[in-house]
């Protein structure tokens, strides 16, 4: 529902007071939608379709967080955050929660005040090159322009990893993906770096991909994953525990297929606890019993999620990687549910 | 408003305080002033409260505390190692410089634009008209992200330019124009009289300025000897002598050398590397508000009356004397209070920088800096603080000017 | 005189004789203005040539464009098949999907009446303004309403909130009434001030409120029966519509299958284009080896001849000579080297990548064109090309430094010999390369009209899709928005139940708590040193205050909704493109005119303080860019209100472009004021007039309406500026480009969308400016 309008909005003033220091959860539920913070457009991961319709693998987050609390995968309220009013977006309580891949790091978790919920994509910082330079590592690139997106961590890597290796370079910073695309295809800079998703992503839509190589090297760890602010751990623990429910249902092979037929009860006791036939873990979180089934029904389960939007199926055709389950040797796991 | 000043009458009352012209006025501002006050008071009293309840502070530490990124267009010296503050003056300094070298080009565009419009000739005054007209027209951020396109896919690339490739350089292999920018020769002074580049390159402004004085001297010169003796002097090669040979001499001294860009690796090195994006800026900004100021100057020109033009070509002078001479001069006057305004929006529109990656004083401090320390409230306060100083500064010293040529109405 | 009997005065005047042509129509306009001296001619030639070559460039790309593509793919595929590269032709296609997105952003299509109509009802509002002569006085008080409606119609809602907020002036206006008539102007202002904020502030809200409950009471079982007779059918609809999706989807997949076929049949007919463009690529590597081969051969001849034989230095030689013999005697050994590795590197590259002339597959161009065949039967065989530089390799690789010159200028002759072979071998390869295409383009004609048809079709279909689609989300909405209503109505009561008791834990917890944590609002705010016990209570109470206030907000929410009266509402975040430019635009400048002429009033004032006030504010404001206005609109407005006040980023834009505009305003009249002759002040002043009367009577009419055109300027560049909010991710039109390239269907798409969106712009601008002269030179007339 759609209820703080123009004029509402300035008579509700004082509505979210103290929103900052508690009760996210509640206030979610009262208000009937989520707001979640998103990109203004990243391939695959965040961008509107022709009815203006969200759709990718961050905006598969937030679906699931507001079926799980809402019951209901449509009730989010998409924000786009540019690099610089995202965090500003989140403290101030403009959104509850901050799907937009965004790195964990020290300082934003300490210093900026978030809370990182999770990982929902391992990324790193890696380089593009065109193949016809003949470039096969990082370390040749001494002397190069490299183009960067600003506002992000990249930034600071990158300066750290040249530094490190007593590289000189050029940067080009570029505000956008895809201006930083088209300034690389023009041959306007040597290089680009982003995290390395991005950078498959992005040389998937190229008129002639094989023209491109990533070169070995990352150059930093990119554990993205959703955020929420400080201090209201109950709602914390909901954003933690759907995106955990989303892993945990791959691991134990719960999809979007079969959640129907699984839900009647199985002989696995933790799937049950999972999608709530057993166990009030449910109601331990402050939501329904079927939370994490709602939350399954959304876009299916972490695999799902990856292989819609991102997976080699699509255009993008990032491989699973590190961001395979832990059981087949990827770095992706869940806390038992229990 | 003028008032009547009644006689008084006898003791003070309260209500002359809201009836009495006199006291009046004083009311009204004192409550204006309370307002004022209780305003500021509200939101300072607000932001007070907002900072606490998200326990930030009001710091401005972070501006010593190290950047760790880089900046590709430094006037001084600046390293990721640098602090925050030095990464801010590093951006002060590229929007001192975009907005410098953009009034120049501006004005010049808008003066040639101007006249050329008001041409006999149809095609170049409708070409011009075109111009103004597309310019004025649309968002400038649209023609900056359009012009900085345009040159980074209708130049060559550095690559190109290797030995077989399809660009070469330009002006006798001086010049490189890439789509990384434009790779001019550079001037290094081998022997310095100060172990400083920056002090060498300030001991030949200082030079410079001193011919420049003196030629002022040599033509102020002139023209007494023409207004007391008919006949002018020539002096346009004592001039030049004047322009060329002090800087010449200090130049040759210092063993000055030019320096051509090369080819090496991925990249031109040595010469000056004037880049893409500063170019882009430059030219988009410079076009934008040419537009504009071509259309002041065009009613500059306008405003001045036909009868000036047709005395001096009853005169006998020559079209393009009389717009040296009588037309240009006095529309001057009515041109400069409008071309001020313009350069304060060409100042202004410099923070666009952040389109094509110019590191301005918005990308530096109001960009990665706030996004990297947290610090919104500081960092937007010293930015808005800064372009508000410049602002005045541009509009203080153009008033001044403006001032001194104005005509003295009588 | 005219009897006049001289004969050699003539009598009658001889007829006019034409002009020389040189000097009549087209011919002298074109001699006077364009070539009438060397200037002027030169200044011609160069403009002409420079439209040329702008509009070389731009036609063919834009005329040569691809209307209907459902992806950037499919665009390049249509204009491959017309032997374009994606650099040669536009991909019109993204307009064609997307321009409805960048008229109104994410507004659901079925609402888009609400906004046009707003903007329709604009020029009505204006009417009164800009021909006051020509419509009836009365429409004034429409335009004066127009504000509220507008909103109302954009952002929706019940129809009493325009209502209400518009009553806030009137209660203004009520109690200045009353007010100057008991106490004098000053107090009176100060009344209505008052009495504005108290209704806004206080009342408003609560009778709003109760309202909607009163509304909403009496039709809650009503509504809640419709909307479960509501939930209950739309899954089947939903379901319906999926269904006519998939069969769409199905009819679209067979439509991209037949598009697909045709161009395979295409890349059948050019497959000996294909194969005939790999050898190319071979042929110029080796080519370029030869060439580098032969240069090497000549270094050496040179190192070789200024030292006189192999570089050595002469026993009694400086260090340094011997340094400089050695690193000669290095280069020549690595020039020896580089011909070996070249000339071997050429015939490899021969040898692998290229075929024999006989085996190039052109059997059915040359059944159209029988030159081919003798074309390919002329040119060298492949052993041809690769034999004689087999024999090169041998012989370089009996160079050594001490190779004569004689024989290093043979080698070289030779090695160019071979190299010019092979430069007329891909010579010929061009030649036959054209002639084949040029006859499959004869071939590919018909194929390349049923491509278009083809994707004329797929874009009727996928239209067709996106309607289905469009209806099948707005009924999902409609389920999923009903399903949580549905469940808030029924919770309606249990949320009311619960309030006061919520309200007495709120009012014990603040018993318990210590008087000085009273008003504190977050717990980051405690002095340190509190204990945590304190804390404890301190985050209980918060917690406890927010739960009121949420519930609250929530039940005043449900029953707004269930008492709306009116038109649906629409989140501000829906609003996108050129609607969301307009609106800022429009209510920058609607707004800001008020607050603006108060301010060029007050810096008129010869009130000091007044005065001073006025200028810091105008000069602050226009001092600093409008990007750091949006960034502080973004980034610190919320600092500035009241603790947890919260709204939505259009309107704090629309507050901080108001504010930002209200200062250029303020010049632009004040500029008005300052032009009204000193004789109209001094005559309203001898009337008798007060300061407010004066102003009011006398003038700020006059003053307004020479105002008006800078005010249309102002306009202009306020809505040329809103692109700007797209850095702080709003969806401009700009913006709107990059989420839309962001698409994976239309991702590197670049001059298209801002050519359409630069084009858009410059009509409305253009067109607004137009109308501004218009209105200077009518004010310049009525003047005269």
């Not at chain 2, 565009?109 to 095609?123: E, T």
């Not at chain 3, 009116?566 to 430019?581: E, N, T, Y």
């Not at chain 3, 206005?629 to 009241?642: E, G, M, Q, V």
Request: proline share 4%; aromatic share 8%; net charge negative.
């Amino acid at each position: 529902m759609k209820k703080s309008v123009f004029l509402g909005a300035m008579t509700v003033a004082g509505l979210a007071a103290g929103a900052a220091a508690a009760g996210t959860l509640d206030d979610v539920k009262a208000r009937g939608t989520l707001n979640c913070g998103v990109t203004t457009g990243l391939v695959g991961f965040a961008a509107p379709d022709a009815n203006g319709v969200w759709d990718g693998f961050d905006v598969g987050v937030c679906r699931a967080v507001a079926a799980a609390v809402l019951g209901d995968p449509m009730a989010v309220e998409f924000v786009p955050t540019t690099g610089q009013t995202r965090f500003t977006a989140l403290a101030s309580g403009e959104i509850d929660l901050l799907a937009r891949n965004t790195t964990w790091t020290f300082s934003r978790d300490v210093d900026l005040k978030f809370e990182f919920v999770g990982v929902n994509y391992y990324d790193g910082q890696g380089f593009m090159v065109p193949r016809e330079l003949g470039v096969s590592s990082a370390q040749d690139l001494d002397g190069a322009t490299v183009c960067i997106q600003t506002g992000t961590t990249t930034e600071l890597n990158l300066a750290d990893y040249f530094r490190s290796n007593d590289i000189s370079y050029e940067p080009v910073p570029i505000e956008t993906n895809a201006e930083a695309q088209q300034q690389y295809l023009a041959g306007a800079c040597d290089v680009y770096t982003t995290d390395a998703s991005g950078l498959a992503a992005t040389r998937a839509t190229f008129e002639n991909p094989g023209d491109h190589v990533l070169l070995p090297e990352i150059v930093s760890k990119e554990p993205l994953g959703p955020l929420v602010r400080h201090g209201d751990n109950e709602w914390a623990d909901v954003a933690r525990w759907t995106l955990n429910a989303l892993i945990t249902a791959e691991e134990l092979g719960v999809t979007s297929a079969n959640i129907a037929e699984l839900s009647a009860g199985t002989n696995n006791p933790e799937i049950n606890r999972l999608l709530g036939t057993e166990g009030e873990l449910g109601a331990m979180l402050g939501l329904e019993a079927d939370w994490a089934k709602n939350a399954l029904m959304a876009g299916g389960n972490y695999g799902e999620l990856f292989e819609a939007n991102i997976g080699e199926s699509t255009p993008i055709g990032l491989a699973r990687g590190l961001n395979a389950m832990w059981t087949e040797g990827g770095l992706i796991y869940s806390p038992p549910f229990r | 408003m003028t008032t009547l000043t009644d006689p008084p009458k006898g003791n003070f009352r309260l209500s002359q305080l809201i009836y009495d012209t006199r006291y009046r006025s004083i009311t009204i501002q004192v409550i204006a002033m309370i307002l004022v006050l209780l305003g500021i008071f509200w939101l300072v009293n607000n932001t007070i409260q907002n900072l606490s309840a998200l326990g930030k502070d009001f710091d401005f530490g972070f501006l010593s505390q190290p950047a760790g990124y880089d900046i590709n267009q430094r006037l001084v010296e600046y390293t990721s190692q640098s602090s925050h503050g030095r990464a801010a003056i590093v951006g002060i300094l590229n929007t001192l410089l975009i907005a410098f070298l953009g009034c120049i080009l501006a004005t010049i565009l808008g003066v040639v634009v101007g006249v050329l419009r008001l041409s006999k000739n149809w095609v170049v005054s409708r070409m011009m008209a075109v111009y103004v007209e597309g310019f004025r027209n649309v968002p400038l951020l649209l023609w900056i992200i359009a012009i900085f396109a345009l040159m980074t896919e209708g130049m060559a690339q550095p690559r190109d330019f290797k030995v077989g490739g399809d660009a070469s350089m330009i002006l006798g292999d001086s010049v490189a124009v890439t789509n990384r920018g434009v790779y001019v020769p550079g001037v290094i002074l081998e022997n310095g009289l100060f172990g400083s580049a920056v002090l060498n390159w300030l001991l030949i402004l200082a030079v410079l300025i001193a011919s420049i004085v003196c030629i002022r001297i040599l033509s102020r010169r002139a023209d007494h000897i023409q207004e007391s003796t008919g006949v002018r002097p020539t002096t346009w090669y004592q001039q030049l002598a004047l322009l060329i040979v002090p800087v010449g001499l200090v130049l040759i001294l210092m063993g000055a050398q030019l320096q051509f860009p090369y080819l090496k690796g991925f990249n031109f090195t040595d010469g000056i590397h004037l880049r893409n994006s500063l170019i882009a800026l430059w030219l988009a900004l410079s076009l934008y508000t040419g537009a504009f100021i071509a259309e002041i100057v065009r009613s500059g020109i306008l405003a001045i009356s036909k009868g000036q033009s047709e005395a001096a070509a009853a005169l006998g002078m020559r079209p393009s004397r009389t717009m040296n001479l009588v037309i240009l001069p006095q529309a001057m006057r009515v041109i400069i209070p409008p071309l001020i305004s313009q350069f304060l929006n060409l100042t202004k529109n410099s923070s666009l920088a952040i389109a094509v990656g110019y590191m301005d004083v918005r990308s530096t401090l109001g960009g990665i800096t706030i996004n990297q320390t947290g610090r919104e409230l500081e960092g937007i306060l010293l930015m808005a603080l800064f372009y508000l100083v410049l602002s005045l500064v541009i509009s203080g010293v153009m008033n001044v000017y403006n001032n001194r040529t104005q005509l003295q109405e009588r | 005189m005219n009897n006049s009997e001289i004969s050699f005065v003539r009598t009658e005047m001889l007829p006019e004789k034409a002009p020389p042509a040189k000097e009549t129509g087209a011919i002298k306009w074109v001699r006077q203005n364009l070539f009438s001296g060397w200037l002027n001619i030169l200044l011609t030639v160069l403009s002409l040539f420079a439209i040329y070559s702008v509009l070389s460039l731009i036609l063919p790309w834009a005329f040569g464009g691809v209307w209907n593509a459902g992806s950037l793919t499919e665009c390049r595929e249509v204009l491959f098949s017309f032997y374009k590269g994606s650099h040669d032709g536009a991909c019109w296609a993204v307009i064609e999907d997307r321009w409805l997105q960048i008229m109104f952003g994410f507004y659901p299509p079925e609402l888009y009446w609400r906004p046009i109509l707003a903007f329709v009802l604009l020029f009505v509002a204006l009417a009164p303004i800009l021909f006051a002569d020509k419509v009836p006085g009365q429409l004034v008080w429409f335009s004066l309403a127009y504000p509220f409606l507008a909103a109302w119609l954009v952002w929706g809602g019940s129809v009493w909130l325009p209502i209400f907020a518009a009553f806030g002036f009137v209660a203004a206006v009520i109690a200045y009434k009353i007010l100057s008539k008991l106490a004098g102007p000053i107090v009176a202002n100060l009344g209505a001030l008052a009495a504005a904020l108290i209704w806004w502030g206080m009342l408003m809200a609560p009778i709003s409120d109760g309202l909607h409950k009163m509304v909403g009471s009496s039709r809650f079982d009503n509504t809640v029966a419709t909307l479960n007779a509501r939930t209950d059918e739309l899954p089947a609809q939903v379901a319906a519509e999926d269904a006519l999706l998939e069969a769409k989807q199905a009819e679209i997949a067979e439509a991209v299958a037949v598009k697909n076929e045709i161009l395979i049949e295409m890349t059948g007919i050019r497959i000996e284009e294909f194969g005939i463009e790999e050898q190319f690529e071979a042929k110029e590597v080796a080519l370029q080896r030869l060439d580098g081969a032969s240069e090497s051969v000549s270094d050496l001849a040179d190192i070789l001849d200024e030292w006189g034989g192999a570089p050595a230095a002469a026993s009694d030689a400086s260090e340094v000579d011997i340094a400089k013999a050695q690193a000669a005697a290095e280069t020549a050994e690595d020039l020896v080297g580089d011909i070996g590795s070249l000339l071997s590197g050429a015939l490899s590259d021969l040898a692998g990548d290229t075929v024999d002339p006989s085996e190039l597959l052109v059997p059915s161009a040359s059944q159209a064109d029988p030159s081919i065949l003798e074309d390919v039967s002329s040119m060298v065989s492949k052993a041809g090309l690769e034999d004689p530089i087999a024999a090169l390799i041998a012989r370089a690789e009996s160079v050594t430094t001490e190779t004569s010159e004689a024989d290093l200028k043979d080698l070289q002759a030779d090695i160019e010999t071979a190299s010019a072979a092979l430069g007329a071998n891909i010579e010929a390869l061009q030649t036959v390369h054209d002639k084949v295409i040029a006859t499959n383009a004869d071939a590919l004609v018909e194929p390349q009209a049923r491509l278009l048809d083809q994707t004329a079709i797929l874009t009727a279909l996928r239209d067709d899709q996106t309607v289905i689609s469009q209806s099948k989300f707005r009924l999902e909405t409609e389920l999923s928005e009903g399903n949580s209503f549905l469940s808030s109505l029924q919770s309606l009561n249990e949320r009311e139940a619960s309030l006061p008791i919520l309200q007495g834990r709120v009012d014990e917890l603040k018993a318990e708590l210590p008087r000085n944590m009273r008003n504190l609002i977050a717990v980051n705010q405690l002095p340190e040193g509190t204990s945590s016990a304190d804390e404890r209570l301190l985050s209980e109470y918060l917690g406890a205050k927010n739960d009121v206030l949420s519930v609250s907000a929530s039940v005043n929410d449900t029953y707004g909704e269930l008492g709306r009266v009116g038109l649906l509402p629409i989140d501000s975040r829906k609003i996108g493109g050129f609607m969301l430019a307009l609106i800022i635009g429009i209510a920058g400048i609607v707004l800001s005119l008020p607050l603006g002429i108060l301010l060029a009033l007050g810096r008129q004032s010869h009130l000091f303080i007044v005065n001073k006030i006025c200028v810091v504010f105008i000069e602050v404001i226009r001092g600093v860019p409008l990007i750091v206005w949006l960034f502080t609109a973004s980034l610190l407005l919320n600092y500035f209100l009241p603790p947890g006040t919260n709204f939505d980023l259009v309107l704090r834009v629309i507050i901080m472009v108001t504010l930002f505009a209200a200062a250029y305003i303020a010049e632009v009249i004040r500029g008005g004021l300052a032009a009204l002759p000193t004789g109209q002040y001094e005559g309203a002043d001898s009337l008798g007039l007060s300061y407010w009367q004066s102003m009011q009577l006398i003038i700020l009419p006059q003053a307004m309406k020479i105002s008006i055109p800078g005010i249309v300027n102002t306009f202009i560049g306020l809505f040329k500026d809103t692109t700007l909010v797209l850095f702080i991710g709003l969806f401009d039109p700009i913006g709107l480009a990059g989420a839309i390239r962001a698409d994976t269907a239309w991702n590197g798409i670049y001059w298209e969308l801002f050519i359409f969106i630069g084009l858009l712009f410059f009509i409305f601008c253009f067109s607004m400016g137009r109308y501004s002269l218009h209105l200077e030179k009518k004010l310049q007339r009525e003047h005269r």
